[in-house]
């Protein structure tokens, strides 16, 4: 069974930064590009950034380039989104997923996501 599961949200204040993980389990994570997506209150899903199975090559979403940083570690299957500068309109549940297109925003499998709160 293909578990992957978020941690690391909560509340921060705006300009503050968090670091989210994405344990990985039941899949050959070495083989799947990985994204992470996130939904606001209200709104669909938003793709945030990908990065290849190797690690070696990285996407952002525009309202998130300069800010966040995605960066993985295969030996531990782990996921992990850098995130400073946060923004209130940072607001939303951020999910991992293994990357199917990532404009489209579809996947094969995505975990529980973990809520990221910012406001003062």
């Known amino acids: 069974e293909v578990q992957l599961q978020a941690s690391g949200g909560g509340l921060v204040q705006p300009g503050g930064s968090l670091r989210l993980s994405c344990a990985a389990s039941?899949?050959?994570?070495?083989?799947?590009?990985m994204m992470w997506i996130r939904q606001a209150p209200g709104k669909g899903p938003e793709w945030v950034s990908s990065?290849?199975?190797?690690?070696?090559?990285?996407y952002y979403a525009d309202s998130v380039k300069g800010r966040f940083t995605i960066s993985r570690d295969n030996a531990k299957k782990l996921v992990y989104m850098q995130m400073d500068s946060l923004k209130p309109e940072d607001t939303a549940v951020y999910y991992c997923?293994?990357?199917?297109?990532?404009?489209?925003?579809?996947?094969?499998?995505r975990g529980r996501g973990t809520l990221v709160t910012v406001s003062s």
């Open positions: 990065i290849s199975g190797g690690g070696g090559r990285t």
């Open positions: 997923a293994t990357e199917r297109d990532r404009w489209s925003v579809t996947y094969d499998y």
């Open positions: 039941g899949l050959t994570f070495e083989s799947y590009n």
